[in-house]
């Protein structure tokens, strides 16, 4: 390779339709996962990550920097001589080769000094750290600067792909999908191998530019297996993609004798200056990733929907169980089951009474009773208080449970309902851990605000202790008691004779404590929405990704017609 190389200003880009269309897609993708195990979603989940992890790693980076240097990944399986072969293209040891599988851990990038800035942080691969020194992580790239490398093209050695660690095989099928060409590394000692194949016809059907080495070949079978390997790949790769390297020794340094990589050398130095002149925007490994991207996403969009509509259901279960506790407690609230027990006998206490008189005969007693307001009638006011609220609290906490129950019942019945419930991180099979402290604490600030508003419609706050003082809360106490034992509706019902704004008054209470409790509920109800918002499930997901694939098609199809094939 020429080491004074340059490359030539881009002359084309990707039209700013294409990068939007292209940014769509990725973000519709998103939009789009498959939390559920609903028919072949295995296979698709697969697939969908693979076309983001190909769109983070590569499309969007070379979109954002259409001129940046040409990347050659040399891949290939195992023991095929690939790390020899970087060697000897660059002409220096760059790259450990040996006998010890795999020998590849973590990938080597080796670039013109002067392309350095390209291949940092931020750009292709950019989750992979980025290190200047050999390393046995797969968890980052080893950038080597070699002033014989041209500038516009960077080499990378690649894992095995038929490695027997897992991540090593993950990882290189990775780069291989981050690459502008795939140089194909096998020997003559692999050549009938199924694994390299089966990638190399994958890489031709995904319209990924493919060179092919045959390396490792015994002197006096290279006409044979020349021969043969050219009428298997001629219409595929290309007779002038097609390189073949004799066995020979290897020198110290670890590299072949020049002679051997010339044809290789010339080739990619010829295309490192033609990729520099079509740019990305003529860059074939990025078109094929986003025609790609945009034919996984009619199936992906199929899958999203049926997940769509069985999220939909499974929050239509929890709905009917809440709706039906809601009802339930609305009902509650005004057929006099509050009123029971401590709370009833201490409000017939302050009344002196065991009946429920009307609500002007209430207000009348208590206003008698609690003039002067006596330290022994203060106390009963606060007591009657805290017996309301926490009768109040236990209403809304048994409903709560039912509910609970009810909804995790009717969930573990269908056939996704578990996946539901085991993705949240609280049982939400009983009530939330909090809900008796945050059912305190609207209980307290909504009696505040009915006392403050019974001070201002109906007592007099500079003759009744004040706006929070003990007759303004004990008619309060008394609103919510009357509208739980007739129900809120009393104003249709009671005695015309009643003041009406009395009436109406205790109409407000009850609206407003069933309105409290049942907001209660509703919180309740939407813990069952978390797993949901984790899942990342967009409703009208399928919509998008059909919508974004058909914009991209399109977007490349307006490039194509204007002569410049993005």
């Avoid at 996962?33 to 979603?41: A, I, K, M, N, T």
């Avoid at 790259?95 to 080597?108: D, E, I, W, Y």
């Avoid at 907001?519 to 309740?524: G, P």
Wanted: net charge negative.
């Amino acid at each position: 390779m020429s080491p004074g190389s340059r490359p030539l200003p881009s002359q084309c880009a990707l039209a700013g339709e294409v990068r939007s269309a292209v940014t769509a897609l990725h973000a519709a993708y998103l939009a789009a996962p498959l939390p559920l195990e609903l028919g072949d979603v295995g296979e698709l989940r697969v697939e969908r990550a693979q076309v983001i992890t190909q769109f983070d790693d590569y499309v969007l980076p070379r979109l954002a920097r259409l001129d940046a240097p040409m990347l050659v990944v040399v891949g290939g399986p195992t023991g095929v001589g690939k790390s020899t072969l970087v060697n000897s293209l660059v002409g220096s040891r760059v790259t450990t080769p040996g006998a010890l599988r795999p020998t590849t851990r973590s990938p080597v990038l080796v670039h013109h000094p002067a392309d350095r800035d390209w291949f940092g942080p931020g750009g292709l691969l950019p989750t992979l750290e980025r290190v200047d020194r050999p390393t046995s992580t797969q968890e980052a790239i080893q950038l080597v600067a070699a002033p014989t490398v041209p500038r516009g093209l960077a080499i990378l050695d690649a894992p095995d792909f038929d490695s027997v660690d897992d991540g090593n095989r993950a990882l290189a099928l990775r780069l291989l999908a981050a690459a502008d060409l795939w140089l194909f590394v096998t020997s003559a000692a692999r050549y009938s191998d199924l694994v390299p194949w089966q990638q190399l016809s994958l890489a031709v059907e995904r319209d990924l530019p493919v060179a092919v080495v045959m390396n490792r070949i015994p002197p006096e079978d290279l006409p044979t297996v020349s021969a043969h390997l050219t009428g298997m790949l001629s219409s595929t790769v290309g007779e002038e993609r097609l390189f073949f390297v004799e066995r020979g020794p290897i020198g110290e340094d670890g590299r072949l004798p020049g002679s051997r990589v010339a044809s290789i050398r010339s080739w990619l130095d010829t295309t490192a200056i033609e990729a520099r002149v079509r740019a990305v925007g003529a860059n074939q490994a990025v078109t094929g990733a986003i025609h790609r991207a945009a034919q996984v996403a009619s199936r992906v969009a199929d899958a999203a929907e049926l997940q769509v509509e069985a999220v939909s259901e499974l929050l239509s279960v929890v709905d009917r169980a809440y709706d039906a506790a809601t009802e339930t407690l609305r009902a509650a609230l005004g057929d006099g089951s509050l009123v029971r027990g401590d709370l009833a006998s201490q409000w017939h206490e302050l009344l002196g009474r065991d009946d429920l008189p009307p609500i002007a005969d209430t207000m009348s007693a208590l206003r008698e009773r609690l003039t002067g307001s006596a330290p022994e009638q203060i106390a009963q006011i606060d007591q009657l208080g805290v017996a309301l609220d926490l009768a109040l609290q236990t209403f809304v906490l048994d409903h709560a449970e039912r509910a609970a129950e009810s909804a995790s019942r009717a969930l573990r019945d269908t056939v996704h309902g578990s996946a539901l419930l085991d993705w949240s991180t609280e049982d939400l099979s009983r009530p939330s851990r909090r809900l008796g402290t945050r059912a305190r604490r609207a209980i307290s600030s909504w009696r505040r605000e009915l006392v403050a508003v019974v001070a201002e419609q109906i007592e007099d706050a500079g003759t009744a202790g004040g706006i929070g003082g003990p007759r303004s809360r004990g008619l309060a106490i008394a609103l919510v008691l009357q509208a739980a034992s007739t129900g809120a509706g009393i104003a249709r019902r009671a005695d015309p004779a009643e003041p009406q704004r009395a009436r109406r008054l205790v109409t407000e209470a009850g609206e407003g404590v069933t309105r409290m409790l049942v907001a209660i509920l509703a919180e309740e109800r939407d813990r069952y929405l978390q797993p949901v918002l984790g899942w990342s499930l967009v409703p009208d997901a399928p919509d998008r990704l059909r919508a974004a694939a058909t914009g991209v098609q399109r977007a490349l199809r307006l490039q194509a017609a204007e002569g410049v094939r993005a």
